[in-house]
Protein backbone atom coordinates (compact mmCIF):
# COMPACT_ATOMS: atom_id res chain seq x y z
CA UNK A 1 0.00 0.00 0.00
CA UNK A 2 2.75 2.32 0.27
CA UNK A 3 3.36 4.67 2.64
CA UNK A 4 -0.54 6.55 3.42
CA UNK A 5 0.80 9.78 4.84
CA UNK A 6 1.85 10.42 1.15
CA UNK A 7 -0.95 12.32 -0.68
CA UNK A 8 -2.50 10.69 -4.26
CA UNK A 9 -4.78 11.94 -6.95
CA UNK A 10 -8.18 12.20 -5.17
CA UNK A 11 -6.74 13.09 -1.78
CA UNK A 12 -6.88 16.10 0.26
CA UNK A 13 -3.71 18.15 -0.61
CA UNK A 14 -2.83 20.60 2.45
CA UNK A 15 0.57 21.84 1.53
CA UNK A 16 2.45 23.48 -1.57
CA UNK A 17 4.99 20.75 -2.25
CA UNK A 18 2.03 18.07 -2.67
CA UNK A 19 0.29 20.71 -5.03
CA UNK A 20 3.23 21.06 -7.12
CA UNK A 21 2.68 17.11 -7.97
CA UNK A 22 -0.20 17.80 -10.02
CA UNK A 23 1.94 19.05 -12.57
CA UNK A 24 4.67 16.66 -12.24
CA UNK A 25 3.89 16.16 -16.00
CA UNK A 26 3.49 19.20 -17.37
CA UNK A 27 5.69 20.49 -20.36
CA UNK A 28 5.35 23.07 -22.88
CA UNK A 29 1.64 23.76 -22.50
CA UNK A 30 0.14 27.00 -23.18
CA UNK A 31 -1.77 27.06 -20.41
CA UNK A 32 -2.38 24.12 -17.41
CA UNK A 33 -4.79 23.98 -14.27
CA UNK A 34 -6.34 21.87 -11.93
CA UNK A 35 -10.23 22.89 -10.43
CA UNK A 36 -12.65 22.22 -7.23
CA UNK A 37 -15.53 23.37 -7.08
CA UNK A 38 -14.88 24.31 -3.23
CA UNK A 39 -11.95 26.77 -4.29
CA UNK A 40 -15.51 29.71 -4.55
CA UNK A 41 -16.82 28.68 -1.10
CA UNK A 42 -13.75 28.26 0.86
CA UNK A 43 -12.73 31.73 2.66
CA UNK A 44 -8.86 31.20 2.31
CA UNK A 45 -8.70 29.98 -1.56
CA UNK A 46 -8.92 33.16 -3.04
CA UNK A 47 -5.95 34.69 -1.11
CA UNK A 48 -3.88 31.66 -1.21
CA UNK A 49 -3.90 31.51 -4.40
CA UNK A 50 -3.41 34.90 -5.23
CA UNK A 51 -0.67 34.54 -3.10
CA UNK A 52 0.96 31.96 -4.48
CA UNK A 53 0.42 31.88 -8.52
CA UNK A 54 -1.04 36.03 -8.84
CA UNK A 55 -1.74 35.70 -12.37
CA UNK A 56 -3.56 32.43 -12.56
CA UNK A 57 -6.70 32.74 -14.72
CA UNK A 58 -10.02 31.84 -12.74
CA UNK A 59 -12.76 30.27 -14.39
CA UNK A 60 -16.17 30.05 -12.43
CA UNK A 61 -19.59 27.94 -14.00
CA UNK A 62 -22.24 28.90 -11.57
CA UNK A 63 -25.55 26.75 -11.42
CA UNK A 64 -29.25 27.62 -10.16
CA UNK A 65 -28.46 27.58 -6.31
CA UNK A 66 -31.68 25.75 -6.14
CA UNK A 67 -30.70 23.11 -8.54
CA UNK A 68 -27.01 23.03 -6.69
CA UNK A 69 -28.26 22.39 -3.94
CA UNK A 70 -30.46 19.34 -5.12
CA UNK A 71 -27.42 18.16 -6.82
CA UNK A 72 -25.79 18.27 -3.81
CA UNK A 73 -28.22 16.25 -1.83
CA UNK A 74 -28.49 13.43 -4.72
CA UNK A 75 -24.33 12.97 -4.63
CA UNK A 76 -24.56 12.64 -0.83
CA UNK A 77 -27.33 10.06 -1.53
CA UNK A 78 -25.67 8.45 -4.12
CA UNK A 79 -22.07 8.59 -1.66
CA UNK A 80 -24.08 6.30 1.39
CA UNK A 81 -23.87 10.23 2.89
CA UNK A 82 -27.32 10.86 4.26
CA UNK A 83 -30.58 8.54 4.42
CA UNK A 84 -32.63 11.63 5.12
CA UNK A 85 -35.20 13.28 2.63
CA UNK A 86 -34.14 16.51 0.57
CA UNK A 87 -36.27 18.50 2.96
CA UNK A 88 -34.64 17.49 6.10
CA UNK A 89 -31.36 18.23 5.01
CA UNK A 90 -33.00 21.99 4.22
CA UNK A 91 -33.99 22.13 7.26
CA UNK A 92 -30.93 20.68 9.24
CA UNK A 93 -28.80 23.18 7.27
CA UNK A 94 -31.01 26.28 8.81
CA UNK A 95 -30.99 25.69 11.66
CA UNK A 96 -28.59 28.17 13.79
CA UNK A 97 -27.12 25.19 16.32
CA UNK A 98 -24.60 23.08 15.82
CA UNK A 99 -24.67 21.72 12.95
CA UNK A 100 -23.74 17.44 12.51
CA UNK A 101 -22.42 16.87 9.19
CA UNK A 102 -20.36 18.53 6.16
CA UNK A 103 -23.42 18.24 4.29
CA UNK A 104 -25.95 20.38 6.40
CA UNK A 105 -22.61 23.47 6.54
CA UNK A 106 -22.54 23.50 3.21
CA UNK A 107 -25.67 22.53 1.22
CA UNK A 108 -26.96 26.26 1.06
CA UNK A 109 -23.76 27.98 1.39
CA UNK A 110 -22.17 27.13 -1.46
CA UNK A 111 -25.09 28.43 -3.55
CA UNK A 112 -24.32 31.86 -1.99
CA UNK A 113 -22.14 33.37 -4.42
CA UNK A 114 -21.86 36.49 -4.66
CA UNK A 115 -19.88 36.70 -1.42
CA UNK A 116 -17.72 34.27 -3.15
CA UNK A 117 -16.95 36.03 -6.39
CA UNK A 118 -16.35 39.07 -4.70
CA UNK A 119 -13.15 37.36 -2.51
CA UNK A 120 -11.82 36.43 -6.18
CA UNK A 121 -12.86 40.09 -7.56
CA UNK A 122 -10.74 41.40 -4.28
CA UNK A 123 -7.57 39.19 -5.19
CA UNK A 124 -7.90 39.21 -8.56
CA UNK A 125 -8.03 41.64 -11.60
CA UNK A 126 -11.11 41.22 -13.32
CA UNK A 127 -9.72 40.42 -17.20
CA UNK A 128 -7.98 37.04 -15.20
CA UNK A 129 -12.04 36.34 -13.59
CA UNK A 130 -13.82 34.40 -16.25
CA UNK A 131 -18.09 33.59 -15.12
CA UNK A 132 -20.35 31.92 -17.11
CA UNK A 133 -23.97 29.95 -16.68
CA UNK A 134 -24.80 26.09 -16.40
CA UNK A 135 -27.15 27.25 -19.18
CA UNK A 136 -24.23 28.19 -21.59
CA UNK A 137 -22.73 24.31 -20.85
CA UNK A 138 -25.91 22.69 -21.58
CA UNK A 139 -26.84 24.79 -24.28
CA UNK A 140 -23.21 25.03 -26.50
CA UNK A 141 -20.47 22.99 -24.95
CA UNK A 142 -18.59 23.75 -27.77
CA UNK A 143 -19.21 27.16 -27.49
CA UNK A 144 -18.61 27.67 -23.84
CA UNK A 145 -15.01 25.95 -24.41
CA UNK A 146 -14.08 28.02 -27.47
CA UNK A 147 -14.39 31.19 -25.24
CA UNK A 148 -13.06 29.42 -22.07
CA UNK A 149 -9.72 28.50 -24.72
CA UNK A 150 -10.07 32.35 -25.64
CA UNK A 151 -9.93 33.54 -22.21
CA UNK A 152 -6.63 30.80 -21.35
CA UNK A 153 -4.91 32.51 -24.24
CA UNK A 154 -5.22 28.80 -26.01
CA UNK A 155 -6.19 28.06 -29.88
CA UNK A 156 -9.71 27.90 -29.76
CA UNK A 157 -10.56 26.28 -33.04
CA UNK A 158 -9.09 22.75 -31.11
CA UNK A 159 -11.43 20.17 -32.00
CA UNK A 160 -12.55 19.02 -28.72
CA UNK A 161 -15.23 16.19 -28.33
CA UNK A 162 -17.84 17.79 -25.70
CA UNK A 163 -20.67 14.57 -26.43
CA UNK A 164 -19.22 12.82 -23.14
CA UNK A 165 -20.50 12.83 -20.30
CA UNK A 166 -18.54 11.79 -17.23
CA UNK A 167 -19.71 11.92 -12.95
CA UNK A 168 -22.90 10.17 -14.20
CA UNK A 169 -23.37 8.91 -10.42
CA UNK A 170 -26.39 6.29 -10.32
CA UNK A 171 -28.34 5.89 -6.88
CA UNK A 172 -29.59 2.86 -5.16
CA UNK A 173 -33.35 1.94 -6.16
CA UNK A 174 -34.37 1.21 -2.69
CA UNK A 175 -33.61 4.46 -0.32
CA UNK A 176 -30.85 4.12 2.37
CA UNK A 177 -29.22 1.02 1.01
CA UNK A 178 -26.25 3.43 0.27
CA UNK A 179 -26.23 4.89 3.48
CA UNK A 180 -26.29 1.58 5.84
CA UNK A 181 -23.72 0.01 3.62
CA UNK A 182 -21.38 2.74 4.14
CA UNK A 183 -22.16 2.92 7.92
CA UNK A 184 -21.58 -0.87 8.29
CA UNK A 185 -18.63 -0.50 5.98
CA UNK A 186 -19.97 -3.44 3.86
CA UNK A 187 -19.40 -2.20 0.20
CA UNK A 188 -15.78 -3.29 -0.12
CA UNK A 189 -16.35 -6.86 1.00
CA UNK A 190 -19.67 -6.62 -1.03
CA UNK A 191 -17.82 -5.92 -4.09
CA UNK A 192 -15.23 -9.06 -2.93
CA UNK A 193 -17.99 -11.00 -3.10
CA UNK A 194 -19.50 -10.41 -6.48
CA UNK A 195 -17.84 -12.17 -9.64
CA UNK A 196 -16.22 -9.34 -12.07
CA UNK A 197 -18.65 -10.89 -14.92
CA UNK A 198 -21.46 -10.02 -12.68
CA UNK A 199 -20.92 -6.87 -11.92
CA UNK A 200 -22.62 -4.70 -14.52
CA UNK A 201 -25.50 -7.06 -14.34
CA UNK A 202 -25.82 -6.54 -10.32
CA UNK A 203 -25.40 -3.00 -10.94
CA UNK A 204 -28.30 -2.60 -13.42
CA UNK A 205 -30.60 -4.33 -10.45
CA UNK A 206 -29.90 -2.52 -7.78
CA UNK A 207 -28.83 0.98 -9.27
CA UNK A 208 -31.00 3.72 -11.07
CA UNK A 209 -30.36 6.98 -12.88
CA UNK A 210 -30.31 9.85 -10.73
CA UNK A 211 -32.76 11.40 -12.45
CA UNK A 212 -35.20 9.57 -11.11
CA UNK A 213 -35.41 11.59 -7.93
CA UNK A 214 -36.97 14.80 -7.91
CA UNK A 215 -37.10 17.83 -6.35
CA UNK A 216 -40.18 18.62 -5.17
CA UNK A 217 -42.18 21.64 -6.28
CA UNK A 218 -42.71 22.41 -2.56
CA UNK A 219 -39.12 22.27 -1.59
CA UNK A 220 -38.04 24.28 -5.39
CA UNK A 221 -40.60 27.46 -4.28
CA UNK A 222 -39.55 27.47 -0.60
CA UNK A 223 -35.45 27.40 -1.90
CA UNK A 224 -36.37 29.82 -5.00
CA UNK A 225 -37.97 32.25 -2.41
CA UNK A 226 -34.54 31.50 0.13
CA UNK A 227 -32.12 32.47 -2.73
CA UNK A 228 -34.17 35.25 -4.37
CA UNK A 229 -32.31 38.52 -2.86
CA UNK A 230 -28.86 36.36 -4.15
CA UNK A 231 -29.70 35.69 -7.23
CA UNK A 232 -30.36 39.15 -8.34
CA UNK A 233 -27.40 40.50 -6.67
CA UNK A 234 -25.77 37.91 -8.86
CA UNK A 235 -27.06 39.16 -11.52
CA UNK A 236 -26.11 42.72 -11.13
CA UNK A 237 -22.90 41.42 -10.05
CA UNK A 238 -22.06 39.19 -13.18
CA UNK A 239 -23.95 41.07 -15.60
CA UNK A 240 -26.67 38.42 -16.61
CA UNK A 241 -30.07 38.18 -16.46
CA UNK A 242 -31.03 35.33 -13.96
CA UNK A 243 -34.71 35.81 -13.58
CA UNK A 244 -35.46 32.23 -15.05
CA UNK A 245 -33.61 30.73 -11.96
CA UNK A 246 -36.37 31.99 -10.28
CA UNK A 247 -39.19 30.55 -12.22
CA UNK A 248 -40.01 27.04 -12.26
CA UNK A 249 -41.23 26.08 -15.25
CA UNK A 250 -37.80 26.76 -16.52
CA UNK A 251 -35.59 24.33 -13.76
CA UNK A 252 -32.13 23.13 -15.12
Same mark, same amino acid.
Given at each position: ???????RFGGLI???????????? @?????????????? /????????????????? $??????????? *????????? +???? &??? *??? *?? %??? @??? *????? @?? !??????? %???? #???????????? =?????????????? $????????? /???????? =?????? &??????? =????? !??? +?? #???????????? $???? =??????????????????? &???? &????? /?????????????? /?????????????? @??
Open positions: RGDRREKTTWENYLKLFAN @ATDQVAIGEASPCY /LWSRTAARNIASRVPHA $RIIAILRNPVD *RAFSHYLHA +VTAG &VTN *RTF *RQ %EIE @AAL *RTDQR @AS !VLEGSLL %EFGQ #YCGQIRRFQNEF =PRDQIHIALFEDLK $RSPTALMQE /LLTFLGVD =PDIRLD &VSERHLE =PRIMK !VNG +VA #YLLKKWRLWPHL $RKLV =PQPLGPRLRSMLLRSRDSL &VMSP &VDRAF /LSDYYRDEIEALGA /LVRRDLTTWLDPAD @AA
